[in-house]
């Protein structure tokens, strides 16, 4: 079965400085690996997705994250925080090549940002 | 398209209660998916939907929850006999049945007392 362990519950950065969340995955076959943010009270946004291919993915916002096989991570960087970046971050993964289906969430990295 | 909508997006409910959430899913989307989020935790998987069919759900959906989609169109989740422990963000999410990466609604709260 697969899991994702997210390291730090809450990270906190100061505005312009490197967001760095980080990411780990176990699983069983090749993963597909994703990376949520939920904003306080609403649902969670999809920030970016590893398939396949290229190995540094890009996303919304700014956001980018690597798939290091090797050290099974997918870990959630940003070169300059924002103050609009302070959210709850998910990474997930599936182990499952049909398409979309049942995803296992971490824990979450709640993300300050200080002024 | 207004994305996914939930409602009601809060419930408080008293212990041993009835309770039933509804998810309208993006309309081109053939896939529905229901997670429980508690406080400091990651969604948890409870059961998916592909059109009507209930495809599979999580051992977290005890015999006191279950879920419908009738015609493939929205869907309602429902809990009997709440109890305290019930108490979490029910997330909708849908998808198309190919490509990767849901939509969630904004969730409902529910708080049994």
């Known amino acids: 079965a697969q899991s994702v362990t997210q390291l730090g519950s809450h990270v906190s950065v100061s505005e312009g400085a490197l967001v760095l969340l980080r990411c780990n995955y176990s699983?069983?076959?090749?993963?597909?690996l994703f990376w949520y943010v939920q904003y306080p009270n609403q649902g969670l946004q999809l920030l970016l997705k590893?398939?396949?291919?290229?190995?540094l993915v890009k996303g919304i916002n700014g956001f980018e994250a690597e798939f290091k096989k090797s050290e099974t991570s997918f870990h959630l960087t940003k070169p300059s925080a924002h103050m609009s970046d302070a959210a709850e971050y998910f990474c997930a993964v599936s182990d499952r090549p049909s398409g979309n289906t049942p995803l296992v969430f971490g824990k979450g990295t709640r993300l300050s940002v200080i002024a | 398209d207004t994305g996914v909508s939930q409602n009601p997006r809060h419930k408080i409910t008293k212990r041993g209660q009835n309770v039933t959430f509804r998810c309208d899913p993006i309309s081109e989307h053939n896939r529905l998916y229901w997670y429980r989020q508690t406080l400091g935790q990651g969604p948890e998987f409870l059961t998916y939907?592909?059109?009507?069919?209930?495809?599979?759900k999580s051992r977290l959906l005890s015999d006191r929850f279950s879920a419908e989609r009738p015609k493939g169109s929205f869907s309602t989740l429902e809990i009997q006999r709440t109890e305290q422990g019930d108490s979490a963000m029910y997330l909708c999410?849908?998808?198309?049945?190919?490509?990767?990466?849901?939509?969630f609604g904004s969730g409902t709260r529910l708080t049994v007392v």
């Open positions: 939907f592909q059109n009507e069919a209930q495809l599979e």
């Open positions: 590893y398939t396949t291919g290229a190995t």
């Open positions: 999410a849908s998808s198309p049945d190919v490509g990767y990466g849901y939509t």
């Open positions: 699983s069983s076959v090749p993963p597909y």
